[in-house]
């Protein structure tokens, strides 16, 4: 929901860069959805999908840095996570937020891989896609106004955590990963999701810091939000194909 005050207001360069930037940020992300195929589901790049079917044995470097490329590269859930810390101001709830996704997106991915429990890949990506839907809802208050009810918020950052999850568990079991090393290689593998999730958010809030001090934050961000939501439907909408015409 809109918050009911803005913090200070900077000068109108920084206003205007501030917005420039922030507008930017999302217009890019919804562009990279719309790009490609690959960009829309949590995909392994080609050549990382041949690495992995090919090596044996603990390569904790090696997938501490594939799973920090997937979080970068990861669309769908960087946009999540934009949603998820929009109206977020103070770090300790930032924290608690994007803890419980950190858990959810982790418990599905280690459990799933190493007890082969799969999920087709088109549906598992199309409730990703909802998720994002889901949560630009939320930021503009649809909830209240369409049914009077505020879904729990934490609750449901925890259980879409667990679908993004399984969607990157469900990758990785395609790819036929080696069981010589496999629980080391998962946890490496995780460790990178972590850190490559700690630097998108990093670069997320420098973004939303200045543009949150900004006059025509709340009108902008309503915009934003409603791309969101349009990307999100973009997603469901791609994989949904993908899946009845596979």
């Keep these: 929901m809109f918050p009911s005050r803005m913090g200070g207001v900077l000068g109108l360069p920084a206003m ?6 922030a507008l930017a940020l999302i217009t890019l992300l919804v562009m990279l959805l719309g790009a490609s195929g690959d960009a829309l589901a ?4 080609e050549g990382d999908k041949g690495y992995i079917q090919e ?21 769908d859930h960087i946009l999540f996570l934009l949603g998820v810390i929009f109206f977020l101001y103070r770090m300790q709830h930032i924290a608690i937020y994007v803890s419980l996704f950190a858990i959810g997106h982790s418990t599905t991915m280690l459990l799933g891989v190493y007890f082969n429990i799969g999920i087709n890949s ?40 667990l679908f993004h999850g399984f969607g990157l568990s469900s990758k990785i079991i395609e790819y036929e990963i080696s069981p010589d090393g ?4 998962l946890l490496a593998f995780n460790v990178g999701v972590e850190l490559g999730q700690l630097l998108a958010l990093s670069a997320i809030l420098i973004v939303m810091g200045f543009w949150r001090r900004t006059a025509g934050f709340l009108r902008h ?3 934003a939000n409603v791309a969101m ?11 949904l194909t993908g899946y009845f015409i596979a």
Excluded: E
């Excluded at 044995?57 to 997938?63: Q, R, S, Y």
């Excluded at 496999?182 to 290689?185: A, G, M, Q, R």
């Design 229 to 239: 939501m349009c990307a999100g439907f973009m997603l469901v909408g791609y994989q």
């Design 42 to 45: 949590h995909a392994v790049a």
């Design 16 to 21: 205007a860069m501030a917005r420039r930037h």
């Design 182 to 185: 496999l629980v080391p290689n």
């Design 55 to 75: 090596i044996y044995g603990v390569h904790l470097i090696a997938f501490v840095y594939l799973g920090a490329k997937h979080m970068v590269t990861g669309y």
């Design 122 to 161: 088109y549906l598992i990506d199309a409730i990703i896609g909802l998720s994002v839907v889901y949560k630009a809802l939320d930021n503009i208050g649809a909830y209240q106004r369409w049914f009077g009810v505020q879904p729990d918020t934490k609750a449901a950052t925890l259980i879409f955590g």
């Design 221 to 223: 961000a309503y915009t």
